[in-house]
Structure formats: structure tokens, C-alpha cells
């Protein structure tokens, strides 16, 4: 069990943030066993054979990420900005450039808790410098044949879920967010408790504050990283993952139907989480300027309202749309 205190100055600098990197490492502990996460079995389905094409089977990615226990902290230094580059060949680069920064002494020290070392850890323990840029290369290669093409998906969801945590952050402040995370998580009298097979600490975060990460991978426990001269990263499991891959068609009220016309009212349904004019159009199959059409006349009508995250807007319903779908039926 891990217990971190909280002091005042810790919750004032609570935030939340993307990360692509975290992406890759948490989509790799998906695919070292892929059974465990059914979820995405689809896109590990399409993704196996793509990076077996491609020579990453068996690299030095596959020891430093294993299906269960430690993964290496060094893999996921703080994402140096809140919201990376919408652009795929972009998004990684600004975390690959502060990996790249990381010491021998950092590397050595998180290697030395894998178990069992293979030979390719071994290598490079033995020389950290020689191999980083190795590494660098295999995270950038895994990340264009595996996530970039999803990407622009995967920040939809993510960029939803951050919403949502921010509009929770302004109606109860940062315990109303740290007390529902998730499931293991437990939040009581100013200290956060998480259950950790590879941890049994108890702390304070001394002012460092806590940097909230969702990711579409992770599970089935969220992941931490607690480095005494940096900012703690709490990697937390997404919202609205579920609809990521394949999406069920929303049941449509026929009076809501009625009344707002059918294309109107299936866009209210999805609506049931955030989601951006590109995200409805490609799971109503509706033309992204029909879509914005539509929700213009809600919005207009205030039956839901909409709110900018970096580049992207979000909309959702209001309450106002709530009374009318739950009133429906």
C-alpha cells in the first residue's frame, strides 16, 4: 500500500494532463497480454501483425514493459506541456526530448528493480548512453505504426475526460476528483492510498504537487511514479474508453425524435459524455458539417453547450436536455 499526505500547497498545484508517451507505455502492457484487457482486443488484433511487419516483436521495449509488476520510471518523465500537438508526428517529440535527458544513474537505478534481466537489459544497464537513443528510436517507431494512426481518436477521449475532471475540479475542487478516480483508489482526510504490489511507502508529497494522467490503456490498476525531485504522476484510467474502438448505436427516444428531429436526438444520446463535432461524426455517420449544424440549433436553444480544450471544442448536453431525455424515457 502507498499512502501519500497531501499538504494545501499539494492540492493548489493538482492538474491534469496529456501524455502521449504514457500511451505508448500502457498500450504496451496491453499487448503483452491482451487477454487481460478484452476492450481492446480489436485493436491489438490489427496491431500485432503491424509491428511484427515491422521488426519491434521482441525489442527492448517488450523486457523494459512486461505484462505485470514494474515498468521502468524513467519511461515517463513529466510531460513538459499540458496538451501536445494534435499532430501525431508531433505529440511524442517533446517527451522523447526529455526521456533523451535522462541519466545513467536514473536508468541504472529503475533497471536495477526489473526481474528477470534479459540480455537486452543487461546491454543496457552496461552502457545507458549507447543504448537510450536506441530506445528513443524502437518508442518513436512502435508509436508510428501503433498509435499514431489512432491518435486523433485517442486524444478525443482523453481530451474529454480532462474536461470533465476540470469541470469537477471548479464544482467541488480537487478532492471531489482524487475521491473518484477510480475504484482503488481512496481519498481520506487529505491522503491519497493506492494499493501497490511494488510499493509499501507512506509520505507526503512535500509540496511537489500531483499531476493527473488519463490514459485509454491502463488498467486494471492505475500506475504511479513518485520520484522525490518531481512533480507526482498519477496514470488513471480514462473515461469513455468503451466507446474507443467500436461504438453501439445510441437508442433514439422516439418522442425526443419527434419533437427535435431524428438526427437531432441521436446526437443528444451521444452526448451522454463530451464529445467533439469530429468524435459524433464518425459515430453517427453524419458529415462533420451537418453535425456542427445540428448542434449549433441546440446550443442556440440551450439544450447543450460546448467548452474549448486546447484546439479542440467539446460539446454536452445541459440539464435542460436531461430532463427532456429522462422525461422520454
Known amino acids: 500500500m502507498l499512502e501519500l499526505a497531501f499538504s494545501a500547497r499539494d492540492l493548489a498545484h493538482t492538474r491534469l494532463a496529456l501524455s502521449p508517451l504514457w500511451e505508448v507505455v500502457t498500450s504496451l502492457r496491453v499487448l503483452a497480454s491482451p487477454t487481460a484487457r478484452p476492450l481492446h482486443r480489436r485493436w491489438a488484433d490489427r496491431t500485432l501483425p503491424r509491428l511484427a511487419a515491422a ?148 509520505g507526503t508529497l512535500s509540496g511537489r504537487g500531483l499531476l493527473l494522467v488519463p490514459s485509454a490503456f491502463v488498467g486494471p490498476s492505475v500506475l504511479l511514479i513518485n520520484r522525490p525531485t518531481e512533480v507526482v504522476q498519477l496514470c488513471y484510467p480514462s473515461r469513455g474508453v468503451g466507446m474507443l474502438w467500436e461504438q453501439p448505436s445510441a437508442e433514439v427516444p422516439d418522442a425526443v425524435a419527434a419533437v427535435l428531429g431524428r438526427s437531432r436526438a441521436l446526437l443528444l444520446t451521444e452526448l451522454a459524455a463530451p464529445a467533439s463535432t469530429t468524435e459524433l461524426s464518425h459515430r453517427t455517420g453524419m458529415s462533420a458539417a451537418g453535425v456542427s449544424q445540428h448542434l449549433t440549433a441546440l446550443r442556440a436553444a440551450g439544450i447543450v453547450s460546448s467548452q474549448r480544450s486546447g484546439r479542440s471544442v467539446f460539446y454536452q448536453r445541459t440539464q435542460l436536455a436531461d430532463s427532456l431525455l429522462g422525461a422520454s424515457g
Open 55 to 202: 521488426g519491434l516483436t521482441g525489442a527492448l521495449l517488450a523486457d523494459l514493459v512486461p505484462a505485470q509488476g514494474y515498468i521502468p520510471d524513467f519511461l515517463n518523465p513529466p510531460p513538459p506541456s499540458l496538451t501536445p500537438s494534435p499532430r501525431a508526428d508531433l505529440a511524442l517529440e517533446g517527451e522523447l526530448a526529455v526521456l533523451a535527458a535522462a541519466t545513467p544513474e536514473q536508468i541504472r537505478a529503475d533497471l536495477g528493480r526489473l526481474a528477470p534481466w534479459t540480455p537486452a537489459v543487461r546491454a543496457f544497464d552496461e552502457d545507458p548512453a549507447a543504448v537510450l537513443p536506441q530506445l528513443i528510436d524502437e518508442l518513436r517507431r512502435y508509436w508510428e505504426v501503433a498509435l499514431a494512426p489512432s491518435w486523433p481518436r485517442l486524444r478525443t477521449v482523453l481530451e474529454a475526460d480532462v474536461l470533465h475532471q476540470s469541470r469537477r475540479f471548479a464544482a467541488g475542487g480537487a478532492a471531489a476528483v482524487l475521491g473518484e478516480l477510480d475504484a482503488r483508489v481512496e481519498w481520506c482526510s487529505e491522503v491519497l492510498r493506492l494499493p501497490q504490489n511494488t510499493c509499501d511507502h507512506k
